[in-house]
């Protein structure tokens, strides 16, 4: 089992950037996809980006998004530039266990969540 914990919401004005970060503890982080979502109010949630346990694979929907993992510090992390009030929306950090080296797309296939972190772009 995992828990995890996003950090670096908040507000930030369009055309900045900001970086989220998500601490996972537990046992053999190496050995779980990870993935960042958001789902802004009145809205589905939709994944934002995703890397595989080895970060060989990763993807993201947002050419303005970058994720990265370190799994010496069982930490993924997320940079976003160029944001727009668009972007406004609770962000969640996502895991779930793999034997593949591939990212995982679909949020109902994770199996645990962060409480999430507020990102609010003011225009």
């Known amino acids: 089992q995992v828990q995890l914990e996003e950090s670096g919401g908040g507000l930030v004005q369009a055309g900045g950037s900001q970086r989220l970060s998500c601490a996972a503890s537990?046992?053999?982080?190496?050995?779980?996809?990870m993935g960042w979502f958001r789902q802004a109010p009145g809205k589905e949630r939709e994944i934002v980006a995703a890397i595989s346990r080895n970060g060989y694979s990763a993807y993201s929907v947002k050419g303005r998004f970058t994720i990265v993992r370190d799994n010496a510090k069982n930490t993924v992390n997320q940079q976003m530039n160029s944001l727009k009030p668009e972007d406004t929306a609770v962000y969640y950090c996502a895991a779930k266990m793999s034997f593949s080296d591939d990212y995982i797309y679909t949020g109902s296939d994770y199996d645990y969540w962060g409480q999430g972190t507020q990102v609010t772009v003011s225009s």
């Open positions: 537990g046992r053999f982080f190496s050995t779980y996809a």
